[in-house]
């Protein structure tokens, strides 16, 4: 089954970027990458999505190997409000609606 | 922008009632999504709405639980004869059908089963 597989928990002082990397080598060749956080008590945030090629926006980058089998966001100026848990999500195979969320990465930005 | 809309916030009810939710979704997305999320995990598909329609529901959703989305705008989930495995935050999240997978959540609805 496809799926991701992500660190549970990275630190990272504030100003500084921030990596957070996503395993999934089981995506198949037309399947997208999304990656989202979520704010204690809040509803999970769209941050960005890719393909096959590096991506950036106001949020973050994204850097998706040749061979699509990891990515990275990067949080180039990591501030205290990105303490978030971050997801990196990929769709059921089979499914057009289904996306798979795994725990997630508990990014903690320290002062 | 007014965002997704979801009613109650918390809901606290006793084994073996039923309940119900209310989500509003961002006026023009004909797309639908609700989610359930417990402590420590992400969100968990339950059910997609194109416009009325309930295109995909979960394997793993028990009969208890339905969802209606008439004309195509608000959307309510209901859980009969309520379980304390019910007991999580029920998400709702919308977008355009032109999106792909970007989707807009609401701050989810924190179902408590005593």
């Known amino acids: 089954d496809a799926k991701t597989t992500q660190p549970p928990s990275m630190d990272c002082a504030e100003g500084r970027a921030a990596n957070l990397p996503c395993n999934h080598s089981?995506?198949?060749?037309?399947?997208?990458v999304y990656w989202y956080r979520q704010i204690h008590s809040q509803g999970p945030q769209y941050i960005i999505h890719?393909?096959?090629?590096?991506e950036t926006n106001e949020m973050a980058s994204l850097i998706i190997t040749e061979d699509r089998k990891s990515s990275t966001l990067i949080l180039p100026h990591a501030t205290l409000r990105d303490t978030a848990v971050y997801y990196c999500?990929?769709?059921?195979?089979?499914?057009?609606?289904?996306?798979?969320w795994g725990a997630g990465t508990k990014l903690i930005i320290k002062p | 922008d007014t965002g997704v809309s979801q009613n109650p916030r918390h809901k606290i009810t006793k084994r073996g009632q039923n309940v119900t939710f209310r989500c509003d979704p961002i006026?023009?997305?004909?797309?639908l999504y609700w989610y359930r999320q417990t402590l420590g995990q992400g969100p968990e598909f339950l059910t997609y709405?194109?416009?009325?329609?309930?295109?995909?529901k979960s394997r793993l959703l028990s009969d208890r639980f339905s969802a209606e989305r008439p004309k195509g705008s608000f959307s309510t989930l209901e859980i009969q004869r309520t379980e304390q495995g019910d007991s999580a935050m029920y998400l709702c999240?919308?977008?355009?059908?032109?999106?792909?997978?970007?989707?807009?959540f609401g701050n989810g609805t924190r179902l408590t089963v005593t």
């Open positions: 999240a919308s977008s355009l059908l032109s999106a792909g997978d970007v989707l807009h």
């Open positions: 006026s023009e997305h004909n797309r």
């Open positions: 709405f194109q416009n009325e329609a309930q295109l995909e």
């Open positions: 089981t995506i198949s060749g037309n399947e997208y």
């Open positions: 890719g393909l096959k090629n590096n």
């Open positions: 999500i990929v769709r059921l195979p089979g499914s057009n609606y289904q996306l798979i």
